[in-house]
């Protein structure tokens, strides 16, 4: 597609229960981010893949959070056991490569999470 | 300590006026690069402007444009002719190169409202 996609775009779901969100990059772009941005506030850094190396999963909260991304492709976020604190917009990026230059990071337009 | 430091919870500013929304950063990596991204109520991340580290020039976008003074660490959006349509939160981000990671990191962002 022509921008990041993401889906669902919002999701009610209850407390306790397992949410998978998916992110599929622009075309061609080898680095995807995973953000989590709760009400009112900044974007918080979850998981970064790059190609094929490791993902660096220095942002999950907790091992309830895990992801995977599929042939350097689409990305789905899992989250385990769902906590009202769970409840925000995930926000999934890429850009062509992780670079020092002016990659753009493209954003898509985020999966709002509800726990209840 | 925080990398990107936005210190402006809220700015208004009358249409066709230009506005000025402040953005510092800490960083020891001499590579880096800054970015501004708008966030409007429908909450996509749209990119506004890049400014690379090493660029002698300050970078410009149409109506918008970065106040880049790296001894001051600072990366200031300027916003010329406001519009309506750019009430929306602001977010200022750096990308660094040391250590191989070049994950964005986000400021708490600016809420701009544009009055008539």
């Known amino acids: 597609g022509a921008g990041v996609s993401q889906s669902p775009s919002n999701k009610v779901t209850e407390k306790g229960k397992d949410v998978e969100l998916r992110c599929d990059p622009i075309?061609?772009?080898?680095?995807l981010y995973w953000y989590r941005q709760s009400l009112g506030q900044g974007l918080e850094f979850l998981i970064y893949?790059?190609?094929?190396?490791?993902?660096?999963k220095s942002g999950l909260p907790s091992d309830r959070f895990s992801a995977e991304r599929t042939g350097g492709s689409v990305s789905t976020l899992t989250i385990q056991r769902t906590q009202q604190e769970d409840s925000a917009v995930y926000l999934c990026?890429?850009?062509?490569?992780?670079?020092?230059?002016?990659?753009?990071?493209?954003f898509g337009e985020g999966s709002w999470l509800t726990v209840v | 300590a925080q990398k990107i430091t936005q210190t402006q919870p809220g700015m208004f500013v009358q249409e066709k006026e230009a506005v000025t929304l402040d953005c510092t950063y800490d960083?020891?990596?001499?590579?880096?690069?800054l970015f501004w991204y708008k966030q409007p109520s429908s909450g996509e991340m749209i990119f506004l402007i890049y400014q690379g580290s090493y660029d002698q020039q300050n970078a410009t976008e149409g109506r918008y444009s970065l106040n880049f003074q790296k001894a001051r660490k600072s990366a200031n959006l300027v916003i010329s002719a406001s519009q309506l349509g750019d009430s929306a939160m602001y977010f200022c981000?750096?990308?660094?190169?040391?250590?191989?990671?070049?994950?964005?990191?986000f400021g708490r962002g600016t809420s701009l409202i544009v009055h008539p």
């Open positions: 893949f790059q190609g094929n190396s490791a993902p660096d």
């Open positions: 990026a890429s850009s062509i490569v992780a670079g020092p230059s002016g990659n753009t990071i493209y």
């Open positions: 075309s061609g772009h080898t680095a």
């Open positions: 960083t020891s990596d001499p590579s880096y690069g």
């Open positions: 981000a750096m990308r660094e190169v040391s250590g191989g990671s070049y994950i964005p990191t």
